[in-house]
Each structure stands twice: as structure tokens, then as C-alpha cells.
């Protein structure tokens, strides 16, 4: 995580939004005690939009826990898919 200030953040706005999208990272601005503000890609967003949607069911949180372990044990295995 990439940690900054408001005034460096304004000096060089175009270098920290290069590095959240071009590299994963997620960027802090702190504004004070216990205050900030979060900076991260779209891509980045979505991805925990997606796993948050994933775990708000407690079905989906068993399935994708079980299916966690299978891999970790190595118990899982793979299709191919077919081409229609």
C-alpha cells in the first residue's frame, strides 16, 4: 500500500494514479488523525465488490471454503471445456 499526504498527492496526482492502475497498488491519503482516503483501480473495486457479494450468502461462503481446501489438499481436479 502507497501512503501520501494531500499536498504530495496534488503535486504529482498523475504518478499515484499511474502506479494504483498500473501496478495493484492501493493508495493512501492521509488527511489527519484517523482520517483518509482510499485510492484504488476499478479493477481492483470490482474484484472485491464481487468476493464481497460471494461471501454475503452463507451457501456461497461454504461452497467457495470447501473448494478452498480441495485445493490446498490437493483433492481438486480439472475439466476441459467444450468448444460448441
Do not use: C, P, W
Not at 496534488?10 to 485510492?39: A, H, M, P, S
Request: proline content about 0%; cysteine-free; overall charge positive.
Amino acid at each position: 500500500m502507497l501512503t501520501t499526504t494531500i499536498s504530495d498527492f496534488r503535486k504529482d496526482i498523475k504518478r499515484y494514479l499511474n502506479q494504483v492502475t498500473e501496478n495493484f497498488e492501493t493508495l493512501l491519503i492521509n488527511r489527519g488523525k484517523n482520517n483518509g482516503i482510499v485510492i484504488m483501480s476499478l479493477e481492483e473495486y470490482n474484484s472485491l465488490f464481487a468476493t464481497n457479494h460471494e461471501l454475503s450468502s452463507k451457501t456461497n461462503k461454504k461452497r467457495l471454503d470447501s473448494a478452498i481446501k480441495k485445493l490446498k489438499n490437493g483433492s481438486s481436479f480439472s475439466k476441459e471445456l467444450i468448444d460448441e
